[in-house]
């Protein structure tokens, strides 16, 4: 079990304003989970009595709609941090959290996330200011499904995708989603994710191999996603 106050990770993350006390004490009490590609990590409506923190591996937080579809509303990397707005709101995870590849993560007790906040105004105002961020994006999440057409809101997820993951060796966005979980990230039927996709490759815009899709034209697809095209 890899020590919290030696590891990287906590470079990503509010764990980067803790003291070495603070992170040994981490290391004592978490346990370290290995996760199979499509488990869940967090079930919606689950309990939290801790926080996740991702050592390797992506992974989707979704919500399901009344009519049972699933809604995917963010992606999380390697160092983001899960759970945390529900342990201090003492509310149960209103998302359903599942790993898009094999994942290895951190679990910390609830009772050692409390004493560190307790101690540390730092790591304190960093959780806050983190969960404010969260609540910012959520609010531009919303008003996008809300304005923007199924093709902006496809432009403005590839391009947030690559933002968030980046490109691999050969320039492909370095996520492999389902048409289906492409579908259900911008709320609409995989037929149309298809059809919008093919248009935006034939259009030059993108290159789609399978699941690995490449931006060709990146200011072309910002106008799509602004609905200049």
């Given at each position: 079990?890899?020590?919290?106050?030696?590891?990287?990770?906590?470079?990503?993350?509010?764990?980067?304003?803790?003291?070495?006390?603070?992170?040994?004490?981490?290391?004592?009490?978490?346990?370290?989970?290995?996760?199979?590609?499509?488990?869940?990590?967090?079930?919606?409506?689950?309990?939290?009595?801790?926080?996740?923190?991702?050592?390797?591996?992506?992974?989707?937080?979704?919500?399901?709609?009344?009519?049972?579809?699933?809604?995917?509303?963010k992606?999380l990397?390697?160092?983001?941090?899960?759970?945390?707005?529900?342990?201090?709101?003492?509310?149960?995870?209103?998302?359903?959290?599942?790993?898009?590849?094999d994942?290895?993560?951190?679990?910390i007790?609830?009772?050692?996330?409390?004493?560190?906040?307790?101690?540390?105004?730092?790591?304190?105002?960093?959780?806050?200011?983190?969960?404010?961020?969260?609540?910012?994006?959520?609010?531009?999440?919303?008003?996008?499904?809300?304005?923007?057409?199924?093709?902006?809101?496809?432009?403005?997820?590839?391009?947030?995708?690559?933002?968030?993951?980046?490109?691999?060796?050969?320039?492909?966005?370095?996520?492999?989603?389902?048409?289906?979980?492409?579908?259900n990230t911008?709320?609409?039927?995989?037929?149309?994710?298809?059809?919008?996709?093919?248009?935006?490759?034939?259009?030059?815009?993108?290159?789609?191999?399978g699941?690995?899709?490449?931006?060709?034209?990146?200011?072309?697809?910002e106008?799509?996603?602004?609905?200049?095209?």
């Open positions: 079990m890899g020590a919290c106050e030696h590891c990287f990770i906590k470079n990503k993350n509010e764990f980067s304003t803790l003291i070495f006390d603070e992170l040994e004490a981490f290391t004592l009490s978490k346990t370290t989970l290995s996760i199979k590609k499509g488990d869940d990590i967090v079930t919606e409506g689950h309990v939290m009595n801790g926080v996740y923190c991702l050592r390797s591996g992506k992974c989707k937080m979704s919500k399901l709609n009344t009519n049972g579809k699933s809604q995917i509303v992606f990397r390697q160092g983001n941090i899960l759970g945390q707005r529900s342990v201090l709101s003492e509310e149960p995870s209103g998302l359903t959290i599942t790993a898009l590849e994942m290895e993560v951190c679990f007790p609830k009772k050692k996330i409390m004493e560190a906040i307790k101690k540390n105004p730092v790591f304190s105002l960093q959780l806050i200011k983190n969960i404010s961020h969260q609540l910012n994006e959520a609010n531009e999440s919303i008003s996008m499904m809300a304005q923007k057409s199924v093709k902006e809101r496809l432009a403005d997820v590839l391009l947030q995708l690559h933002r968030i993951f980046g490109s691999d060796s050969e320039g492909f966005i370095d996520i492999k989603l389902t048409r289906e979980e492409m579908a911008i709320g609409t039927a995989t037929e149309s994710a298809i059809r919008l996709l093919s248009s935006f490759k034939a259009e030059g815009l993108l290159e789609v191999k699941r690995r899709i490449k931006i060709l034209d990146k200011d072309a697809l106008r799509a996603s602004q609905g200049y095209n």
